[in-house]
């Protein structure tokens, strides 16, 4: 037991014993924080600093998993959840905040005309797709390889399989991002049978010009509903999303993250027309109008709607990002690593190196990151708290950890200087 993350340890011996991977979500557990060298539970947190239950403070890079945009316990979000602890959070009839944050969704996002509220981002997704199949009658789904849309059976087709259908299986059709040619495909062999085209906008590579509106003009073209997972990408990269950053307007679109600071709450958004349908198709949860989260995802927006949080996002961002790739490149480390992602969302993207996979290479990365106070998962979602001291910090930190990385693949030592065995793909087939 490393003593730094004692109690930790204690608690994830003691939490496995009563929950399955002993925590509720996989980005958080034991496997992406690899046990021995890893916070496990965290104490609190403000702005865009964590604390661990070991009383360890991090530089905190991960965020909620791109839930907090604005940082922890901000203060405009704490007042507005305040203001309305009075409220029952969930009660017999509905509340006027269902409405008004509604329509701040419809003043702020492109493509929306009317809202529906859920808890998860899987929850969102699953209501878009089954919309699109109960609008055209078709059963056939087409997704982006890669593209995370949550954990329902649609989505882990190609990623983690085990306990879905296979009907389900056959159901669901991918194509490669950024290859238009691969979608006419799909449509070729699937006639007047595919309901909707569901991507991410963007996740790691940005779209090449026209790709996004390609794709929307396909799927039409095919009779098929266009829908973008705007999950992550939903008032982060611009007050109304991706699809205002990027210039297109899909049928339909998903949001979450970001959205009331860290409190659970999605969404599905879009066209009058295809929305009203949800009066008859099935879409229903019973805290899908609580209260408090509807409370901070007005304050959020807001914030967002008034101030400029998006364009800080992409200038913190991208301050980041043009010094992790200098220093890269300074370190000579390019066939190791490398740096990709809108700048208020980028990747570290290890490569499998000298007989190593990227997985060892990314872990033995975060060992040494975690110990000096820095925690990422290999991502850096940038929030409204970071500013050019963490940056700074950061870079100090990577300056560190970055050269010894470098040494330890190339002179195959990573593996005896590892103090834990490797974190794994979060969604490898299975």
């Known amino acids: 037991m490393n003593n730094r993350y004692k109690n930790s340890e204690t608690w994830l011996e003691r939490a496995r014993k009563v929950i399955p991977l002993g925590t509720q979500t996989y980005s958080k557990s034991y496997k992406q924080y690899p046990v021995g060298v890893s916070p496990l539970f965290m104490r609190d947190g403000k702005g865009c ?18 839930a907090v945009n604005l940082g922890y316990e901000d203060w405009d979000v704490r007042k507005a959840v305040a203001d309305h602890a009075y409220c029952l ?13 509604a329509e701040k969704i419809i003043e ?18 699953a209501g878009a797709v089954r919309l699109a199949r109960a609008i055209t009658g078709r059963d056939y789904i087409v997704k982006c390889r890669g593209h995370y849309h949550g954990c329902q059976d649609f989505n882990l087709v190609g990623m983690n399989e085990l306990g879905v259908p296979e009907a389900v ?11 238009l040619d691969s979608l006419h495909e799909v449509f070729r062999q699937h006639p007047d049978e595919i309901a909707c085209v569901i991507m991410e906008p963007m996740n790691r590579e940005f779209p090449k010009p026209g790709f ?13 509903l266009f829908i973008l997972d705007e999950i992550v990408t939903g008032f982060r990269f611009a007050p109304g999303g991706a699809q205002e950053y990027f210039g297109v307007i899909p049928d339909l679109c998903c949001l979450g993250k970001g959205m009331a600071n860290g409190f659970p709450l999605s969404a599905v958004a879009g066209k009058a027309e295809y929305m009203r349908r949800f ?6 949860y019973t805290f899908g109008g609580e209260c408090l989260s509807l409370a901070a995802a007005y304050a959020t927006l807001n914030k967002i709607q008034q101030g400029k949080v998006a364009e800080y996002l992409y200038k913190i961002g ?8 200098s220093l890269i490149f300074t370190c000579d480390m390019e066939d190791i690593v490398t740096i990709s992602g809108h700048p208020a969302w980028t990747f570290l993207n290890f490569r499998p190196c000298n007989g190593y996979d990227d997985y060892e290479i990314k872990t033995f990365f975060l060992q040494e990151a975690f110990a000096r106070g820095i925690l990422t998962t290999g991502t850096h979602n940038m929030c409204y708290a970071h500013g050019e001291k963490e940056v700074d910090r950061l ?19 990573l593996r005896e200087l590892l103090k834990c065995d490797p974190a794994k793909p979060a969604f490898k087939v299975r």
């Open 212 to 224: 996004l509106d390609k794709c929307q003009e396909l799927a039409h073209k095919n009779g098929a």
């Open 395 to 413: 870079i100090e930190v990577y300056k560190e950890v970055l050269p010894p990385t470098k040494e330890a693949v190339e002179k195959k030592r």
């Open 49 to 66: 600093y964590l604390s661990d239950i070991d009383g360890n403070e991090y530089l905190d890079f991960v965020m909620g998993l791109c």
């Open 318 to 325: 991208q301050l980041l990002k043009s010094q992790i790739d």
């Open 169 to 179: 299986k056959k159901l669901t059709l991918h194509f490669s991002y950024n290859d």
């Open 279 to 284: 009066e008859d198709v099935h879409f229903s």
């Open 108 to 125: 702020m996002v492109p493509c929306a005309e009317m809202a529906r509220f859920a808890k998860n981002g899987s929850d969102a997704t």
């Open 89 to 101: 959070p969930t009660a017999s009839l509905p509340s006027k905040l269902e409405v008004l944050v």
